[in-house]
């Protein structure tokens, strides 16, 4: 036995449970696969360049914003691929390549860099950089028109801004299990239904997003449709539509649940996936954006700080009456 | 290590380790030399004994003048050296080394001054037995200030892996039944709450006192649990269960008060759990104050770079700088770390995951509370996230998907504000 040998000497606990942040994001990304899978064989080489351009891209602004401000390079913990991954999934698969990279830079840098990189985000920079381009190009996010020359055996119509239109009877020859299966045109990661929730509940599972926002999300969005369809049922369409339609259901796993700006505690994880889904169906229903998801989100994530403020009392904790 | 289970949407469960069948002792032979910690801070000029001085097993030694500080030696031997040693968040203690000789005799001052049983006096205890086994908390008891209404004998053991506690009660339950009927006539308090695992509550029930079982999952027999939990007392954040009159003390220390008072001498071995590279554990008993070298060469243990010794439990131990750190009265357990096996702890920012949050046993906002410590603002950190309800399990650091050492964090800070407030004090 040598005498000079020396010892790692660090504090307790001398375990931990083997969780990385990069396992989390390459689990992530495995949830996101059915829906992108879905989307490039249904949109071919286009979406499948979207995705990949939109994924290699944000871990180039990343590997850059990284050089020149001489931090640590953090393109290994997945992060920024994730971010490339969503923003892509969001985009229709007709997106110019030019308008890909500058999503990506804003969600790298301004949705996320800016404010310190991961886990310093206010906002969910995917949201933020979708947000952003929503504004300056809506007609790139106009379904029915970036995807004129796509034909498929179903109706190309974008069921939201039908519904927005042209009211309830432009959307009823939508059946659930169509839009479930992604017989519906729309955005190349956000048609799958099925595949959506499938790698929903495979997150949720292992633990990675928290069930409680994505339930209370779509809670919110069945309980508020729900309402609006009671009161007038011909101006305004049933919760199945508002569901599988747009960006609820990446919205409820994949865009709400994000760790940095989404709560923690169990009543404010309620209260904001509830808040969420509800302003999502009232901006479609009452606003003037065909699709509320986003804008919806980028607002709670703002709350996110207020509302996370309703917190269990800590053990012993004395509370001193002023 | 128990790694995070496939569906990680349920808390980790980390269970005791638990003794089914009667274990055999190891015992390691008496060392070379062996070394005594006492937590007074090394001060030469006031030194009562010097190098070369003789002593024998179970000699009380005072350290200081005009202090009762004391360390009992566990060998016969020489004293060769007496110098300062430094620990954690710069803990300073008095190492004493002492050399043993081939003849070894028991020192009789405890004999005369205890005289069995049935005449144990307080006085005797605390001027005796603070260094024995299991460290009574000799001072506790003492203290005018804390008026202890409520002793909780600790029969499980606190942290995992652990045995040691458990071993004690199956092996020598006679001890603690005489050790409590000891503690209740010296110090006058009857109320005396056992606190015990489910496996143990059959060995238990013979002592005829109140037995409350604790759950099997750690942290629940960390004290502060055990009075919110069993006790139904929360202790207010910042204080020790000591402060509202409960004092703990472990089964080793009661079964060493006592062995002690049964054979008129001072209990000198510890027992202890050795946990090597693979997670097989082992009891063994050995000497205060035997390095742990000892212990590793009789069992074939060797050490490489980089790896890493752990006194005490891996959720609240502490690793030490050298093979030959001394086996000390409250080393309930070794354990020996592949450097392969060594988490990895970075520098990486808080990403608000909330693992921390729900796996808190104290509610606190953990995710926030990083986020002063990390930028050294104790004071908010303590007004206003909570600080001082912290438990100190340590499983933020054990789930921190950002491998954050949050329990260090906590600790550091907890320190620079004690630190503070002494020097504004002073």
Known sequence: MGENNKFIVSHAPFWH?????????????????????????????????????????????????????????????????????????????????WFVII?????????????????????????????????????????????????FDFSMVYPLAALKHFGVSAVDSFSMGDLLMGK???????????????????????????????????????????????????????????????????????????????????????????????????????????DGAIFAILIFNLLNPLIDKIRPKAIGKVVKNA | MIKRSFIGLAKPRLEYGSLEDMPSLKQITTPKEITLLSTCPFDKKNLLFKKKATVKTGQKLLLYKESDEYVVSSVTGQVSSISSYTGDFGQSYTAIAIEVADDEETDDEFKSAAGGSKNASFETIKNFLAFAPGNPPVKLLSDKDKSISTIVVCCADSDLLITTNQYIIKSNIDAIKNGINILKTATGINDIIMVASQSQMHELSSTGEKVNQVNDTYPSALPHLIMKDLLGKVVPAGKNPEDIGVCFISAEAVASIGNAFNSSQIPVTKTLTLVNKDGDKTLVSARIGTPASDIFTAFNITLNENDRIIFGGPMTGSSVYSENHPVQPDTDAIIVQDRDDIPFISDYPCTNCGDCIRVCPANIQINLLVRFLEAGQYEEAADQYDLYSCIECGLCSYVCVSGMPIFQYIRAAKYELDRANTAEAT
């Not at chain 1, 640590?72 to 999934?89: R, S």
């Not at chain 1, 949705?111 to 300056?136: R, Y």
Request: charge should be neutral; charged fraction near 10%; proline fraction near 4%.
């Open chain 1, 17 to 97: 449970d083997g969780s990385k942040i990069s396992t989390r994001n390459y689990n992530m990304a495995l949830a996101a696969l059915p829906a992108i899978l879905f989307g490039v064989i249904s949109y071919g080489i286009a979406a499948l360049g979207v995705i990949s351009l939109s994924i290699s891209s944000a871990i180039i602004w990343e590997f850059i914003y990284c050089r020149v401000t001489k931090r640590p390079m953090t393109i290994g913990d997945g992060n920024a691929a994730i971010i490339g991954m969503l923003l892509g999934m969001l985009l229709p698969a007709t997106a110019p390549w």
């Open chain 1, 103 to 151: 999503g990506t830079f804003v969600a790298i840098l301004i949705g996320k860099q800016v404010f310190g990189g991961i886990g310093a985000n206010p906002f969910n920079p995917v949201v933020v950089a979708i947000a952003v381009l929503m504004l300056s190009w809506k007609d790139v996010f106009d379904f029915n028109e970036t995807l004129l020359n796509y034909d």
């Open chain 1, 184 to 290: 519906q045109s729309g955005a190349i990661g956000s048609t799958f239904g099925l595949g959506l929730i499938v790698g929903g509940i495979y997150l949720i599972i292992r633990g990675i997003i928290r069930w409680e926002i994505s339930i209370s999300f779509i809670a919110g969005i069945i309980i508020t449709a729900l309402i609006f369809n009671l009161t007038d049922p011909v101006r305004y369409a049933g919760p199945t539509i508002h569901l599988f339609a747009g960006y609820t259901l990446i919205g409820a796993f994949f865009l709400a649940t994000e760790d940095s700006s989404s709560p923690v505690n169990f009543i404010p994880m309620l209260i904001y996936g509830a808040g969420a889904g509800f302003l999502t169906v009232l901006i479609r229903n009452i606003g003037v954006y065909v």
